[in-house]
């Protein structure tokens, strides 16, 4: 998709200029983490440990149709709006947002 955007950490492949060609001919965004810097994909890492964990132990895909639409159904309709966080004081994402709206107000 246009305007996708990647995020990786440093290592060699994802620093190379084939790599960076790659991602430039397919328009899609490169983002990485800060030299030295480990926490700056914990947070997407926790989520694709939870995704993988979470749906791998119940689905088989037949095709990439089937996959994206399951894993897109599980990110609106669990992750993000029932699955419990506890870095957001055990709210889900919405809830959490919806909290912070309304204080903001």
């Known amino acids: 998709a246009p305007d996708l955007i990647v995020h990786t950490d ?5 620093v190379s200029g084939k790599y960076k060609k790659v991602l430039e001919d397919a328009n899609a965004i490169a983002s990485m983490s800060r030299t030295g ?3 700056d994909n914990s947070v997407v890492e926790s989520f694709f440990s ?3 964990f979470e749906l791998r132990q119940n689905c088989q895909f037949e095709t990439l149709r089937q996959a994206q639409r399951v894993v897109g159904d599980y990110i609106e309709n669990y992750y993000n709006a029932n699955r419990m966080h506890s870095t ?7 809830e959490y947002e919806q909290i ?3 204080a903001a107000e």
């Not at 440093?10 to 994802?14: A, Q």
């Open 10 to 14: 440093r290592g060699s492949t994802y």
């Open 37 to 39: 810097n480990c926490y």
């Open 50 to 52: 939870t995704l993988e």
């Open 88 to 94: 957001l004081d055990y709210n889900s994402p919405i």
């Open 100 to 102: 912070r709206a309304t």
